[in-house]
Nanobody
Framework: QVQLVESGGDLVQPGGSLRLSCAASGIIFSVYTMGWYRQAPGKQRELVAL???????NYPDSVKGRFTISRDNAKNTVYLQMNSLKPEDTAVYYC?????????WGQGTQVTVSS
């Protein structure tokens, strides 16, 4: 049974930084593509960052240069370092594990960017 547990969400001022963590269990973590998604109120869930088993990463233009995804296979954990945060980054952030057409999701962690 896959379990993904996110942590690190908080209230932060514009221009600030946060690091999200997602601890995985129940999977062979190192072979999974891991991702971070977000969903703001009234909007669809959108991709924030992906990292595959080989360490290659992918970001949409909206966060490129500000967000960095990384993984520690020894700790079964994926991270999202978020810098230069903007109010439009406010959302619930979800961790995702993907392999062979099957996705698993965490419960989400709230990130609020506001002065």
């Amino acid at each position: 049974q896959v379990q993904l547990v996110e942590s690190g969400g908080d209230l932060v001022q514009p221009g600030g930084s946060l690091r999200l963590s997602c601890a995985a269990s129940g999977i062979i973590f190192s072979v999974y593509t891991m991702g971070w998604y977000r969903q703001a109120p009234g909007k669809q869930r959108e991709l924030v960052a992906l990292i595959n088993s080989g360490g290659s990463t992918n970001y949409p233009d909206s966060v490129k240069g500000r967000f960095t995804i990384s993984r520690d296979n020894a700790k079964n954990t994926v991270y999202l370092q978020m810098n230069s945060l903007k109010p439009e980054d406010t959302a619930v952030y979800y961790c995702n594990a993907y392999k062979n057409g099957i996705s698993s999701w965490g419960q989400g962690t709230q990130v609020t960017v506001s002065s």
